[in-house]
């Protein structure tokens, strides 16, 4: 049985076939970078802002040729694959421009849809339209990195807007007729059970389709690197992001469950490197401890 509803198969279900994920960079920032809203980015997030493992160059076209090149040898010859816009702040430029790229990598044949990844700060009525637009065409799914809904860690890790703010993005969206995709960290520095437990009854009062719950890595190069944390265990991490489940609504899709951190960048906790062993434990973890998703889902909504 399944436990969770898991993106592999609501993808089936929807495009009736296998679908891969094709990460591409752009060469955006993020407005919490270059002065914008803040400066130095958010202290997790790597030189190559979350994209360490994304295609890079000038030419979209050659990016997504270079990244099906990559995957080739082990999908179908009958799949089809999602173009992510993953690193730094996807929308964070000019309506041109991002008319520009997003209509390149649509248009390509067996592009099936869009990923896009972004900030609900950089959510604006003319981006929308043009979202609103692109859906109308392939489906669009728009990524809004929350992490976590207490306010203090936002300062903390710095996130550089308010709650107010996603929510007004996610309502924008949605009223766009866009879906939604919703990133959280567990293991942010100081949070407890409760902080998590919180951030996703907030998350499940709004009108979203998929989360990517995502341990938090401490990579090279970040301000995280330099603080005095410790990383969650293998046990604790099982353990919260079961009681995640649990809370989440029963058919919101769950794109993530834990993530790639960059072996050469990695500096903590070394037990996620083998990602493989860790989605077995983590499989058995849930089935041992009869964790369903939605178990203990109780529905709310934001006044």
């Keep these: 049985m399944e436990r969770y509803r898991t993106l592999n198969s609501y993808l089936k279900k929807r495009f009736g076939k296998k679908i891969y994920k094709l990460a591409v960079d752009v060469g955006f920032t993020c ?16 030189a190559a802002g979350s994209g360490d493992f994304a295609e890079s160059g000038e030419d979209i076209h050659q990016q997504l040729t270079a990244a099906k090149a990559r995957v080739r040898a082990k999908v179908p010859d009958d799949c089809g694959y999602i173009c992510y816009f993953q690193s730094f702040t996807n929308t964070y430029a000019p309506v041109d ?35 609103q637009e692109l859906n109308h065409i392939k489906p669009v799914f728009v990524e809004l990195g929350l992490q976590t809904s207490n306010e203090d860690t936002a300062l903390l890790i710095n996130r550089c807007y308010p709650n107010s703010v996603f929510t007004a993005a996610v309502n924008r969206l949605r009223a766009a007729g866009i879906e939604v995709i919703v990133h959280v960290i567990l293991g942010l520095p100081g949070e407890t059970e409760e ?15 998929g989360i990517k719950l995502q341990l938090l890595h401490v990579l090279k190069g970040t301000r995280l690197a330099q603080m005095d944390y410790t990383p969650l265990t293998q046990e604790e991490y099982f353990d919260l992001l079961g009681k995640c489940l649990e809370h989440l609504p029963p058919d919101m899709v769950i794109h993530r469950l834990t993530g790639d951190g960059d072996k050469r960048i990695l500096l903590a906790p070394l037990w996620s490197a083998d990602k493989h062993r860790v989605l077995n434990g983590l499989n058995r973890y849930l ?11 109780i529905p709310t909504s934001l006044p």
């Design 31 to 46: 407005p919490n970078r270059d002065g914008t809203a803040g400066v130095g980015g958010c202290i997790f997030c790597s």
């Design 195 to 209: 902080d998590v437990l919180n951030t996703i009854q907030f998350i499940s009062s709004h009108d979203i389709q």
């Design 97 to 131: 421009r991002l008319r520009e790229l997003f209509f390149a990598a649509i248009e390509e044949p067996d592009i099936t849809a869009l990923s896009i990844a972004t900030r609900p700060d950089c959510i604006s009525p003319e981006n929308t339209a043009l979202l």
């Design 287 to 297: 089935e041992d401890h009869d964790i369903i998703q939605g178990k203990h889902f």
